[in-house]
């Protein structure tokens, strides 16, 4: 039993227009919602909402989920993060992660392969920065400090700001087993994406025995509020099939690799093949109900108190602080 689960507002990234949630993380903080996290892709970025709303706020917490690490050099990361947290009163939790070759290829411009040595790297930096202990140098393959190039007149500095924390809690997005390594192993919490409550164990291990005091795990879990049954499970399964089907090219989609994980290789193959071929309507009918259930929470307020149950009372990570960040759509 995980006594100290704790919930989460997850507000994701803009689509197609500009949102204010301002009322949405008002009313989450007047309840008692522990946190809010923000994520990114190719529009709107993580961290200037969350500064957006620490201003209205004074006690939740405020997570990226994630910000990518080829968006930003570990050095810009550790200024915004260093300035949003003291801003706001050290309530930041860093969430970084790697996102997919299309988008850091496509988008970034930046070379995709060895995320986790570049991740790993790139916390080293961002902690070596918050630390202040000396002019910062780092010797890594892909974020040397100084510059070993260029005009060669690059020179160690120190971060001009005393951080409110130096130990800003850094997070990592992690679906594949490697990934999910070095979460436990560099990290101070981990945010997976599409976990099966059910099949937790089966897909990751024994997580609880490989966490430290204060390790966090942070679920992001879709919630869909409605009466009407079959229509919530119809919308809850559009994310999904999204995810599956076009978040990814095919055979480097890391959803894929999730749900197959969760014991529905057969189902991710599917919807990634009938939402590539652009029959994306079947490729949500392909979703069978009992997958969706397990990695979302669908339905009226009773029968999303009594599934919440099954996160609370979940065996993988009974020394873990959970967070389900929801979102009602």
């Known amino acids: 039993m995980v006594a100290d689960l704790k919930l989460g507002i997850g507000l994701g990234y803009w689509q197609r227009r500009p949102v204010d949630d301002s009322a949405a993380v ?27 709303y620490a201003a209205r706020t004074s006690r939740i917490g405020l997570g990226t989920s994630i910000c990518q690490i080829d968006a930003r050099t570990p050095a810009n990361a550790a200024m915004a993060a260093m300035t949003l947290d003291a801003l706001s009163g050290g309530r930041l939790r860093l969430g970084l992660g790697v996102s997919g070759p ?5 988008w970034y411009g930046r070379p995709f392969p060895r995320p986790l040595a570049r991740t790993r790297e790139y916390v080293e930096v961002l902690r070596a920065i918050w630390a202040r202990d000396e002019p910062v140098r780092h010797e890594g393959e892909f974020y040397p400090l100084p510059h070993p190039g260029g005009a ?17 809690p850094v997070l990592l997005g992690a ?3 490697r990934n999910v390594d070095l979460a436990l192993e560099v ?6 994406a ?10 990751y291990g024994d997580v609880q025995a490989r966490t430290r005091p204060g390790f966090e795990v942070v679920a992001m879990v879709n919630t869909f509020v409605d009466d009407d049954l079959p229509a919530a499970f119809r919308r809850a399964k559009e994310p999904l099939a999204w995810y599956v089907g076009g978040m990814g090219a095919k055979g480097a989609n890391f959803h894929v690799d999730a749900i197959t994980r969760a014991g529905y290789g057969h189902v991710a193959a599917e919807v990634q093949e009938l939402f590539l071929a652009g029959r994306r309507e079947a490729a949500v009918d392909a979703i069978p109900d009992e997958l969706v259930d397990g990695t979302s929470l669908i339905g009226p307020p009773g029968r999303i108190r009594e599934r919440l149950r099954l996160w609370q009372d979940s065996p993988s990570a009974p020394s873990c602080s959970w967070s389900c960040a929801t979102r009602s759509r």
Request: proline share 9%; aromatic share 10%; no cysteine.
């Open 26 to 52: 008002l009313t989450a903080e007047q309840l008692g919602y522990d946190s809010v996290w923000i994520g990114e892709a190719y529009g709107s970025d993580a961290l200037t909402p969350l500064t957006w």
């Open 102 to 106: 299309q988008v850091v290829e496509g």
């Open 152 to 168: 060669g007149l690059g020179k160690p500095l120190r971060l001009i700001t005393e951080p409110l924390r130096p130990d800003i």
């Open 175 to 177: 679906q594949g087993p």
């Open 187 to 192: 990290g101070d919490g981990w945010i997976p």
């Open 194 to 203: 599409f976990v099966h409550v059910e099949s937790f164990t089966a897909a």
